[in-house]
C-alpha cells in the first residue's frame, strides 16, 4: 500500500445523513448495500473526497465529516503514518455567500483540521474562515497561499516549505471513482484533449482530461510515445503483455488477467487525430479497438454497454494497482464472469463497492465476525428521508460468520434471511 486507506468515517453532516456514528472500513473489499435512493452514491462520492482531499464537489452544500485515515510513511513502508481530521463547509448568510462567489475566496466556504503523526513528529495544518496554519512540531511554517479550490491542504506548500522532517508526513492522496454508466469510458473516447510528436521529440502535452482520471491518461499516453510504431498507430496490449514496475505480480501476465475473461485477444489504444502537422498532432479522444478470439475486431462504438464498463474498470485496476478504488453499482451491464475477473482485479487494494447483486456480496471473504463487521455497510431511508449507515452489530456478525462458515448458505442468503439487507 503506497496511498491512503480510510479506517474510519464519521458523518456529522453531508446531504441526507446526519449524525452518523463512526463507521469502520476493511483495508479490502468494502460492501456498500442498499435500496435505490438510500444514499449508496452519495456516501461512495463523500469517502472519494476524503481519500482524495479533494471536496471542490461538496462546495454547493453544507458538509461536516471527520475521518482518519492511515498510510506508509515514506521513509519506511513498515512504518505508518496516522492521520486524523474534520473537515467542513458552515452555511453562510446571504452576504457571506455572495463575497465568497465574487472573491472565489476557498477560506470562507471549507474549514478543515489535520493532524498527521509518524515516528514522534507531528504536522498539523488548520483552515479557518480568516486564514490558513501550518505547523510541524508546534513551530509555524509558512503558508504563502490558499488552498486550492475545494482543496483541504496545500500539501505541496508543505513539501515544498518544511523540509526533511515534514517530507516523511506527506502522502499523495488519490483515489479513482467509476460511475455507475459507461460515462467514463465515453469521456475516455470522446472527451480528452492531448497533443503528441510525430516522433519522440517530443512526448505529449494534456489539455484536458474530459473527466478521465488523470493517472489513467498518463500512463496509456506514456505507453503510445514509447512504442515503436508512429503515434498516430496507437499501441496494442495483447494477452503476453506485462505493465512495467507493477508490485506482486501474478503468474498470469496483467493483460492475460484483463482480456480473458472478455475472450478477446488483444486490446488496441489509438489517438483519434483531429489535426496534424510536421512538428504535432492534435488528438481528441482515444480509439479503443478489441479483438476477440473469433478474429473479428470491433471499435469502441460497437462494444456493449458492459464491455465498456469493465475495459474501463479493468485499465484503471491494472495501470494503478494500490489506489483505493471506488466503483457504483459495480456488476452494472456486466456478465457474471466479468464481474468476478474485476473483483479479482481488485484484491490488494483497498475497495467501496456500492451493489444490489448477490454475486458480489458472496464473491466477497470473510474470515472472521470482525471481518464480516467491517466489510458489510448498509445504507438506509428513514421515512422521513433522513439516510444512515447501519454497521451490524456483535451478535449479528457472530450469526452470520457462523452460517457462512457451515458451508449451507451464501454469505448473501443469510443476510437476507436475517433481514440485515
Request: hydrophobic letters at 40%; glycine letters at 8%.
Given at each position: 500500500m503506497t496511498h491512503p486507506q480510510l479506517r474510519r468515517l464519521k458523518i456529522h453532516r453531508y446531504e441526507q445523513f446526519v449524525d452518523v456514528p463512526w463507521i469502520e472500513f476493511s483495508p479490502h473489499e468494502n460492501?456498500?448495500?442498499?435500496?435505490?435512493?438510500?444514499?449508496?452514491?452519495?456516501?461512495?462520492?463523500?469517502?472519494?473526497?476524503?481519500?482524495?482531499?479533494?471536496?471542490?464537489?461538496?462546495?454547493?452544500?453544507?458538509?461536516?465529516?471527520?475521518?482518519?485515515?492511515?498510510y506508509p510513511s515514506s521513509s519506511s513502508s513498515s512504518q505508518m503514518v496516522e492521520v486524523t481530521g474534520r473537515v467542513l463547509r458552515k452555511e453562510q448568510s446571504p452576504a457571506e455567500a455572495l463575497k465568497s462567489l465574487e472573491a472565489m475566496d476557498e477560506l470562507n466556504r471549507i474549514e478543515a483540521t489535520i493532524d498527521a503523526h509518524h515516528d514522534g513528529h507531528q504536522l498539523k495544518f488548520t483552515v479557518t474562515s480568516e486564514r490558513a496554519t501550518l505547523a510541524l512540531d508546534g513551530k509555524d511554517m509558512p503558508v504563502s497561499r490558499k488552498p486550492a479550490r475545494g482543496r483541504a491542504l496545500p500539501w505541496e506548500e508543505a513539501r515544498a516549505r518544511g523540509g526533511a522532517g515534514a517530507t516523511v508526513l506527506l502522502p499523495s492522496f488519490s483515489s479513482f471513482f467509476i460511475r455507475e454508466d459507461d460515462r467514463d469510458f465515453r469521456a475516455l473516447v470522446d472527451?480528452?484533449?492531448?497533443?503528441?510528436?510525430?516522433?519522440?521529440?517530443?512526448?505529449?502535452?494534456?489539455?484536458?482530461?474530459?473527466?478521465?482520471?488523470?493517472?489513467?491518461?498518463?500512463?496509456?499516453?506514456?505507453?503510445?510515445?514509447?512504442?515503436?510504431?508512429?503515434?498516430?498507430?496507437?499501441?496494442?496490449?495483447?494477452?503476453?503483455?506485462?505493465?512495467?514496475?507493477?508490485?506482486?505480480?501474478?503468474?498470469?501476465?496483467?493483460?492475460q488477467r484483463l482480456l480473458a475473461p472478455l475472450g478477446s485477444q488483444s486490446l488496441l489504444i489509438r489517438p483519434k487525430v483531429v489535426q496534424e502537422t510536421s512538428e504535432v498532432l492534435e488528438c481528441k479522444g482515444l480509439e479503443v479497438r478489441v479483438k476477440f478470439?473469433?478474429?473479428?475486431?470491433?471499435?469502441?462504438?460497437?462494444?456493449?454497454?458492459?464491455?465498456?464498463?469493465?475495459?474501463?474498470?479493468?485499465?484503471?485496476?491494472?495501470?494503478?494497482?494500490?489506489?483505493?478504488?471506488?466503483?457504483?453499482?459495480?456488476?452494472?451491464?456486466?456478465?457474471?464472469?466479468?464481474?468476478?475477473?474485476?473483483?479479482?482485479?481488485?484484491?490488494?487494494?483497498?475497495?467501496?463497492?456500492?451493489?444490489?447483486?448477490?454475486?458480489?456480496?458472496?464473491?466477497?471473504?470473510?474470515?472472521?465476525?470482525?471481518?464480516?463487521?467491517?466489510?458489510?455497510?448498509?445504507?438506509?431511508?428513514?421515512?422521513?428521508?433522513?439516510?444512515?449507515?447501519d454497521t451490524l452489530d456483535e451478535a449479528a456478525v457472530q450469526e452470520v460468520f457462523e452460517k457462512i462458515s457451515i458451508g449451507i448458505m451464501h454469505p448473501s442468503d443469510v443476510l437476507l434471511v436475517e433481514g440485515l439487507w
Open positions: 460492501l456498500i448495500l442498499g435500496i435505490n435512493g438510500a444514499g449508496k452514491t452519495s456516501l461512495l462520492r463523500l469517502i472519494h473526497a476524503v481519500l482524495s482531499f479533494d471536496y471542490e464537489k461538496l462546495l454547493a452544500q453544507e458538509f461536516d465529516v471527520e475521518f482518519e485515515l492511515a472527451d480528452v484533449e492531448f497533443s503528441l510528436a510525430p516522433d519522440s521529440a517530443r512526448r505529449f502535452g494534456i489539455e484536458d482530461t474530459g473527466g478521465v482520471p488523470p493517472m489513467l491518461l498518463l500512463a496509456l499516453l506514456r505507453h503510445i510515445v514509447d512504442s515503436k510504431e508512429e503515434k498516430k498507430n496507437g499501441v496494442r496490449f495483447g494477452r503476453s503483455d506485462l505493465l512495467p514496475d507493477l508490485p506482486q505480480r501474478e503468474q498470469k501476465s496483467d493483460f478470439e473469433s478474429g473479428a475486431e470491433y471499435a469502441d462504438s460497437r462494444l456493449t454497454f458492459g464491455q465498456r464498463r469493465y475495459l474501463m474498470m479493468g485499465l484503471l485496476l491494472l495501470f494503478r494497482p494500490d489506489f483505493p478504488a471506488l466503483i457504483d453499482e459495480v456488476d452494472n451491464g456486466l456478465h457474471p464472469r466479468l464481474v468476478e475477473a474485476v473483483l479479482k482485479l481488485l484484491q490488494g487494494r483497498q475497495s467501496f463497492l456500492a451493489s444490489h447483486n448477490k454475486i458480489v456480496v458472496d464473491y466477497v471473504g470473510y474470515d472472521s465476525p470482525e471481518d464480516v463487521r467491517q466489510k458489510i455497510h448498509v445504507c438506509r431511508r428513514a421515512e422521513d428521508g433522513k439516510q444512515t449507515v
